[in-house]
Nanobody, 126 residues
Framework: QVQVVESGGGSVQAGGSLRVSCTASGSLYALKCLGWFRQSPGKEREGVAAINSPTGNTIYGDSVKGRFTISQDNDKNTVYLQMNNLKPEDTAMYYC???????????????????WGQGTQVTVAS
């Protein structure tokens, strides 16, 4: 059974940095795509960053480009989201998602992601 587990998060002042981590395990086949999404109260879940592990290709949401970086540690099957210059509008529950990505298509389409973590809260104070 696939498990997706986030860690990190917390509270920070605007302009600060945080790093969240995600580990996917329990699959007999490679979960090639790992991604981060976020959702704040009253808003739809939106894509933040995603990576195709074998190719290293990445995509970012427009609101985080230049501030957030997704990276991976293949040995640990872990991805990291480094968040710099955080803004109050970055406050949200951050969810990690994983998928087999059989067609190597990386997108923020929620239907394309089959495995989700429970989320970790990120709060940015102004």
């Amino acid at each position: 059974q696939v498990q997706v587990v986030e860690s990190g998060g917390g509270s920070v002042q605007a302009g600060g940095s945080l790093r969240v981590s995600c580990t996917a395990s329990g699959s007999l086949y490679a979960l090639k795509c790992l991604g981060w999404f976020r959702q704040s109260p009253g808003k739809e879940r939106e894509g933040v960053a995603a990576i195709n592990s074998p190719t290293g290709n990445t995509i970012y949401g427009d609101s985080v480009k230049g501030r957030f970086t997704i990276s991976q540690d293949n040995d640990k099957n872990t991805v990291y989201l480094q968040m710099n210059n955080l803004k109050p509008e970055d406050t949200a529950m951050y969810y990690c998602a994983a998928d087999f990505c059989l067609l190597d298509i990386l997108s923020f389409d929620l239907d394309a992601w089959n495995y989700w973590g429970q989320g970790t809260q990120v709060t940015v104070a102004s």
